[in-house]
């Protein structure tokens, strides 16, 4: 009872520090923050140029650096580790710089990583240097998420974000590729991202101009104390790591599991990954209305069990034609679910917690599962099943929906309208 009581008092204590800023979580429309939907929507496009490059990237890493695929694997756990400090660090940064503000910081963090990047320092440091880009990634991330579900219709323009991020997950292979297999200097290719980053920070620091260092948290320590007791929030998270783990495994794993089990030629698979995100990336766009129309929740249980039909069929049938058109679908099928998840959290928690929340399980995202997987000799754990592991990852990601009957009633009942 006291537990609960303090509960209930980090939660007033956030009401009352944040109800002079409530003006920031007042719904737009759309055509009145035109300017901001580019710029938050470019700024995470740069998310998906900046996580899609480093796996097309290491058959060239390697024999620069003369390193085997343990030293390799480093660059995804260092990556990670600055998401999970952003991901705590930034209520406390947006409690004094804003949105918009906070924005602009993890646009130039991000910069900075590239900086050290494109001149192939010694490996040590071309490590380090993913530490920036996560950390800058993971402020920008949470921003343009908060930003996104204070417009209205949101459900719209949170499937049209993430598919920006699919956008720059299907560009960023061909550029790195190119560049790579073309020139000597594959390095430059993050030489091309510092580039495109500087008018990042130059689109977000004007179009958040007005207020841009504006606090939009009065009392980050109470937001974040509540976040982290708030059982809704562990759940979601749950179900935004499980969902990753299943992205992460299809796509990252695809044209390896091509190459090395259906015997395919890796000039020729490696277009496979790139239907893949396609897919994924038409998915959140085309899916958006009908998903909120027909009901989150259950479009979900459909998309998965589409999603586990799709991967036994990549994983029974040995042919690589037929594994390029069910691992298309099956990005299609699973795109949607990380805007709907965001969509359907922002609801059934106090307004006053977006920022805490969103921040915090932007540290589960990404990174999180591919830092662990090449510390493994994959074909041997995987052999012929390949990537239908994402298939036990989907059902796990299922349950993470029925275990929203252990949240509490108050959150239950609102799930329940929205579905």
């Not at 938050?40 to 390193?67: C, E, H, K, R, S």
């Not at 071309?126 to 996104?148: E, P, R």
């Not at 586990?308 to 058109?325: E, K, R, S, T």
């Amino acid at each position: 009872m006291d537990t609960e009581n303090q509960n209930d008092g980090s939660v007033e204590d956030v009401e009352n520090s944040s109800a002079k800023d409530s003006s920031f979580f007042t719904q737009k429309d759309a055509s009145q923050v035109v300017g901001r939907l580019i710029s938050t929507n470019y700024a995470v496009m740069m998310a998906g140029l900046n996580d899609a490059a480093t796996g097309v990237l290491i058959p060239y890493l390697q024999p620069a650096y003369d390193i085997g695929l343990l030293k390799v694997s480093m660059v995804y756990l260092i990556n990670f580790a600055g998401w999970l400090v952003a991901s705590f660090a930034n209520i406390h940064v947006c409690s004094r710089l804003g949105s918009g503000g906070t924005l602009v910081v993890g646009a130039t963090i991000q910069c900075f990583g590239y900086v050290l990047m494109f001149w192939k320092p010694p490996y040590p440091l071309f490590m380090t240097a993913f530490f920036f880009t996560g950390m800058g990634v993971a402020f920008q991330d949470a921003q343009a998420n908060i930003f996104t579900v204070t417009v209205k219709h949101a459900h719209r323009w949170l499937g049209i974000l993430h598919a920006v991020y699919g956008v720059g997950t299907i560009i960023a292979p061909l550029i790195a590729n190119t560049i790579a297999s073309r020139t000597p200097y594959w390095h430059y290719y993050y030489l091309a991202t510092f580039i495109l980053g500087v008018l990042n920070v130059v689109l977000l620091a004007w179009t958040f101009r007005r207020g841009l260092f504006k606090p939009n948290v009065s009392n980050a320590n109470a937001e974040m104390k509540a976040t982290l007791t708030n059982k809704v929030v562990w759940i979601f998270n749950g179900f935004f790591f499980l969902y990753v783990g299943a992205e992460v495994a299809s796509g990252g794993w695809l044209v390896q599991f091509l190459v090395s089990v259906r015997h395919g030629d890796p000039k020729k698979v490696g277009y496979v990954a790139s239907g893949f995100w396609s897919g994924f990336t038409l998915g959140r766009v085309l899916l958006a209305d009908i998903t909120h129309k027909l009901g989150e929740r259950r479009m979900v249980f459909f998309y998965i069990a589409l999603a586990i039909a799709l991967q036994v069929m990549f994983w029974l049938i040995p042919n690589i034609i037929a594994n390029a058109v069910t691992v298309c679908l099956l990005g299609f099928f699973i795109g949607p679910f990380y805007p709907v998840g965001l969509y359907v959290l922002t609801k059934v928690i106090p307004q006053e917690l977006h920022i805490g929340a969103l921040g915090r399980l932007h540290s589960e995202l990404g990174t999180s599962w591919i830092g662990c997987i090449p510390l493994h000799d994959w074909r041997n754990r995987f052999k012929d099943r390949g990537t239908g592991y994402a298939a036990d990852y989907g059902w796990l990601v299922s349950r993470d929906w029925d275990i929203l009957g252990s949240a509490p009633q108050t959150a239950l009942n609102q799930v329940r309208r929205i579905v």
